[in-house]
């Protein structure tokens, strides 16, 4: 089992940058599939990014393809969402999950984190 815990969020004018780290819990997270997904009010959760155990495999929702970047590190337990050229329409609450079988079904979420982006 994994707990994570997401951090990063905030405030942020159009054109703007964050960068959101989730920090996981437990001895295997190196074979765990990791991914960011997000929920703004009134729409459905949606799936942002994934990244392989590795690092060596990543996926991108094409709303965000070119602008957010999901990285990890294995030896600190976790995995980042660099998120530049923010958009209104990216603010939303963004939880970070975590599977060892796949990154089509996650088991394991995070309680998430806030990102509003300005206008």
């Known amino acids: 089992q994994v707990r994570l815990v997401e951090s990063g969020g905030g405030l942020v004018q159009a054109g703007g940058s964050l960068r959101l780290s989730c920090a996981a819990s437990?001895?295997?997270?190196?074979?765990?599939?990791m991914g960011w997904f997000r929920q703004s009010p009134g729409k459905e959760r949606e799936s942002v990014a994934a990244?392989?155990?590795?690092?060596?495999?990543?996926y991108y929702a094409d709303s965000v393809k070119g602008r957010f970047t999901i990285s990890r590190d294995n030896a600190k337990n976790a995995v980042y969402l660099q998120m530049n050229s923010l958009k209104p329409e990216d603010t939303a609450v963004y939880y970070c999950?975590?599977?060892?079988?796949?990154?089509?079904?996650?088991?394991?979420w995070g309680q998430g984190t806030q990102v509003t982006v300005s206008s």
């Open positions: 999950a975590a599977d060892q079988r796949s990154w089509y079904k996650f088991d394991y």
């Open positions: 437990g001895r295997t997270f190196s074979r765990y599939f």
């Open positions: 990244i392989s155990w590795s690092g060596g495999s990543t």
